[in-house]
């Protein structure tokens, strides 16, 4: 009888806490276990479920398959973007691209680093090499850090995200030439 009822209340607790949280099922099928906050029309919003009063997270709905939720109830998301896409003008998709590259596009892997070292560690002079060097090409596509692959299809949309990104690169490498030439020149006069 004992095992009746250990049995019993393993499985119980094994299903409430199965199902007492919304899983969130990816297409790269990871699954993540958390509470659905809002879900909007390009993006899901959510904590996690082992940390509710944690920070609010956020993924594009293009990335999602679907959601369960715990009252068991799904969400299934199907290709919509480009019905979205299709439906908004070519200046809203630019502004878009703006935005999303203000938002997504740090600079990483600029050279502005590399202008910055070059030029204390050489000159102003020669600082400039690698300043005009990385300061004329764009981005590359790999270091853009889009978040959705669909929206990068549209071509108003990857034109502004692009040129958004390439001014965000040559603002990083000229300040960091900027920095490097002042700590050269305080090197200079200390030395």
């Excluded at 959510?46 to 398959?65: E, N, R």
């Excluded at 690698?130 to 549209?154: R, V």
Aim: proline share 2%; glycine share 6%.
């Amino acid at each position: 009888m004992k095992k009746i009822i250990f049995y019993t209340v393993i499985s119980f607790y094994t299903l409430t806490n199965t199902f007492s949280q919304d899983m969130i099922t990816k297409k790269s099928s990871e699954d993540i276990k958390a509470k659905v906050i809002e879900v909007t029309t390009t993006e899901i919003k959510y904590k996690k479920f082992d940390d509710i009063s944690g920070p609010l997270f956020t993924i594009l709905k293009s990335d999602v398959l679907m959601i369960r939720y715990e009252n068991g109830t799904k969400d299934i998301f199907n290709e919509v973007q480009n019905t979205i896409t299709a439906n908004v003008s070519s200046s809203e998709m630019s502004i878009r691209g703006e935005q999303d590259a203000i938002t997504n596009y740090k600079g990483k892997s600029s050279g502005a680093g590399w202008t910055a070292t070059t030029t204390i560690l050489t000159s102003p002079v020669l600082g400039l090499i690698p300043a005009i060097a990385c300061s004329s090409t764009e981005p590359s596509d790999q270091n853009l850090n889009y978040k959705d692959s669909e929206l990068m299809k549209n071509n108003d949309y990857n034109k502004a995200y692009t040129k958004q990104a390439h001014k965000t690169k040559k603002k990083k490498v000229w300040t960091n030439f900027g920095v490097g030439s002042g700590v050269w020149l305080l090197l200079i006069l200390l030395l």
